[in-house]
Structures are given as structure tokens and as C-alpha cells.
């Protein structure tokens, strides 16, 4: 079974500063996805990024960017120039590639809440 | 733009009662998962359906759980009886079904509470 840990519950950062969510997971696959998705005041669930595990490059979106270190099992999120708008609980998570049972779940850290201060 | 619906936003209800929850997947998306997410666990998958036949539920209680799609634009989650454990957020996510690691695109979520 997969599990992800987010060591980080809460975490603060001034607006239009750069700031660094950690993520770590524990797998025995091989191949596999990784994202990481924003759960502001309002609930809903937003996808920030997406990783492909057989991909070196690290997947960025705009000022959103991931440290992919496969063999070390990390996945961090950075936030450039953060703006009040990012202030949400942050969620990382895995999905293992394949056909068998659980290919398609998603299994997510316990998140970490991100302040944005004026 | 496209988008999961889920109704209803709030839920209160007593004990013992019954509580459907309803999702529309996005138009076009032939994959749906129902998530819950709580304080001490998190997010965890209850089902999850490919051309609206469920492929795992395993995460779903059984005895007062059940999960269908009466078509492909209506997925039903239903609690008979619901208790207070069953006191959550749960979600509906939907995706296209094409390939392997594809986002998952979620819902508004339903808040749950059984007093």
C-alpha cells in the first residue's frame, strides 16, 4: 500500500514571497503520478500540478513548481510570489500506474494549511 | 466551464435517517469517484465507477453504503441509516477515462451531519 506524508500541518509565508510545501511518499511501484491539490475556504478540491514519475523534468505551472526527487521519494511544491489567493490546505498525492485494483485511487497526505500574510 | 455539481452543499439530519447525495460528472467524463474526507483520516476513497459500472468499492461500508449511476449524468451515494461517524465531507471527482494518471476533477463537496 501507498502512503504519503505532508510533516508540515501549517505554514505561513508574506505575500510575494516564495514558500515550500513538503511532501514525501512510500511506494514499491516503479511507475506512477503525483499531484498536488488546493482545498481553499471555499471546499473545492483544484488541481495545482501534476508529475509523471518517469518524467526527470519537474512539472512547473506558472508560479507553481514541484522538486521531484524520485529516488529519495519526495515531491515538494513551491509557491513563487505568493498572493493572497493561495492561502488554502494543500494536499499531496499518488497514483500508482497499471490495471490492477487501486489504479485509479488517489491517495492523499493529511495536507498542510497555508497562511498568506498581507 | 465544465464542471462536478454535487447537491446538496450542507446536509443536517438526525440519526437513523436516510441521506442520498447527488453528483453530475463532467459532461463527457465516463470515470467517477466518491471521496470522504474527515479530520482524522483524511481523504479516502469510498467507490469509484468506469462507463457507470462500479469497479471498487471496497472503501465503502457495506452494510448502510451504496453507490450507483442510474445514468451517465447522475451519480448517487446513499447512507441507510446514517450515524454520527458518517459525519464528513464527501466528495465526487470525475475524469475522462482515457489514460493512465489523468486529473481527476472534483466537486464542490457535500457536508454531512448527523446529529
Known amino acids: 500500500a501507498q502512503t504519503v506524508t505532508q510533516s508540515q500541518p501549517e505554514m505561513s509565508v508574506q505575500e510575494a514571497e516564495t514558500v515550500t510545501l513538503s511532501c514525501t511518499y512510500d511506494?514499491?511501484?516503479?511507475?506512477?503520478?503525483l499531484f498536488w491539490y488546493k482545498q481553499p475556504p471555499s471546499r473545492q478540491m483544484i488541481l495545482v500540478i501534476r508529475?509523471?514519475?518517469?518524467?526527470?523534468q519537474n512539472a512547473t505551472e506558472n508560479r507553481f513548481s514541484v522538486n521531484f526527487q524520485k529516488a529519495a521519494k519526495s515531491f515538494s511544491l513551491k509557491i513563487s510570489d505568493s498572493q493572497l489567493g493561495d492561502t488554502a490546505m494543500y494536499f499531496c498525492a499518488f497514483m500508482k500506474q497499471g490495471s490492477g485494483a487501486g489504479s485509479y485511487q488517489l491517495t492523499f497526505g493529511k495536507g498542510t494549511k497555508l497562511s498568506v500574510i498581507p | 466551464d465544465a464542471r462536478v455539481t454535487q447537491t446538496p452543499r450542507d446536509k443536517v439530519t438526525e440519526m437513523g435517517q436516510e441521506v442520498t447525495m447527488r453528483c453530475q460528472p463532467i459532461?463527457?467524463?465516463?470515470?467517477v469517484f466518491w471521496y470522504r474526507q474527515t479530520m482524522m483520516q483524511g481523504l479516502e476513497l469510498l467507490a469509484y465507477?468506469?462507463?457507470?459500472?462500479?469497479?471498487?468499492d471496497s472503501g465503502m461500508p457495506k452494510d448502510r453504503f451504496s453507490a450507483e449511476m442510474p445514468d451517465a449524468t447522475l451519480a448517487t451515494l446513499k447512507i441507510q441509516p446514517s450515524e454520527p461517524r458518517d459525519s464528513a465531507v464527501y466528495f465526487c471527482a470525475s475524469g475522462l477515462g482515457m489514460s493512465r494518471g489523468e486529473t481527476q476533477y472534483f466537486g464542490p463537496g457535500t457536508r454531512l451531519l448527523v446529529l
Open positions: 459532461l463527457g467524463h465516463n470515470t
Open positions: 465507477f468506469r462507463n457507470r459500472a462500479p469497479l471498487d
Open positions: 508529475q509523471e514519475a518517469y518524467k526527470q
Open positions: 511506494t514499491s511501484e516503479s511507475n506512477y503520478y
